[in-house]
T-cell receptor, first 116, second 113 residues
Framework: ETGVTQSPTHLIKTRGQQVTLRCSSQ?????VSWYQQALGQGPQFIFQ???????GRGNFPPRFSGLQFPNYSSELNVNALELDDSALYLC???????????????FGPGTRLLVL | QQQVKQSPQSLIVQKGGISIINCAYE??????FPWYQQFPGKGPALLIA?????SEKKEGRFTISFNKSAKQFSLHIMDSQPGDSATYFC????????????FGAGTILRVKS
């Protein structure tokens, strides 16, 4: 069984640029959730994708967008980067059903983004 | 109403001692309460979780105590070991609504040998 993988591990961008982060979900999982973890804080929910459709969004502006592909891997795109976007971006995969997700979310190691 | 408040912010415990971390929530619709452990440079890993229909759950040295009326839950780590030194996060979610986790701010635990 393959765990959740994310790429790249680290990234440095300048303010105003755009970035794409990638996540491969655990084998058999159809739901991917993205979280932003600022330094010294708990992860904050960005959005979730279930079977290629957005299934809920946290309090993040529209310049944060995402995609889920038929193989259930996912991308997080951030446009017009701001200094405050510097954080660890985590994706978590789980097995969702018609009535919602099963309990356990498995997190990847994250992508550390630094915006200068 | 979506917040989960966690305390203490940091904790130092002697090897063999008991580590206790507390969390409180407001939203009574939450029905799933996991604890995650995170080591530096790694993603959070699920440690133990509880549903509100039980007051306590134990797995090895880790125990969750849950008080539904007080809207509080806590993690107890018995016989704490230096390898337990990590950041611990409590979280809460609503399973039928996609299980989107709301995390506490985290507790940095250091176990002294």
């Amino acid at each position: 069984e393959t765990g959740v993988t994310q790429s790249p591990t680290h990234l440095i961008k300048t303010r105003g640029q755009q970035v794409t982060l990638r996540c491969s979900s655990q084998s058999g999982h159809n739901t991917v959730s993205w979280y932003q973890q600022a330094l010294g804080q708990g992860p904050q929910f960005i959005f979730q994708y279930y079977r290629e459709e957005e299934n809920g969004r946290g309090n993040f502006p529209p310049r944060f967008s995402g995609l889920q592909f038929p193989n259930y891997s996912s991308e997080l795109n951030v446009n017009a980067l701001e200094l405050d976007d510097s954080a660890l971006y985590l994706c978590a995969s789980s097995l969702g059903g018609a009535s919602g997700s099963q309990e356990t979310q498995y997190f990847g190691p994250g992508t550390r983004l630094l915006v200068l | 109403q979506q917040q989960v408040k966690q305390s203490p912010q940091s904790l130092i415990v002697q090897k063999g001692g008991i580590s206790i971390i507390n969390c409180a929530y407001e939203n009574t619709a939450f029905d799933y309460f996991p604890w995650y452990q995170q080591f530096p440079g790694k993603g959070p890993a699920l440690l133990i979780a509880i549903r509100p229909d039980v007051s306590e759950k134990k797995e090895g040295r880790f125990t969750i105590s849950f008080n539904k009326s007080a809207k509080q839950f806590s993690l107890h780590i018995m016989d704490s070991q230096p390898g337990d030194s990590a950041t611990y996060f409590c979280a809460a979610s609503m399973i039928p609504y996609g299980n989107k986790l709301v995390f506490g701010a985290g507790t940095i635990l250091r176990v002294k040998s």
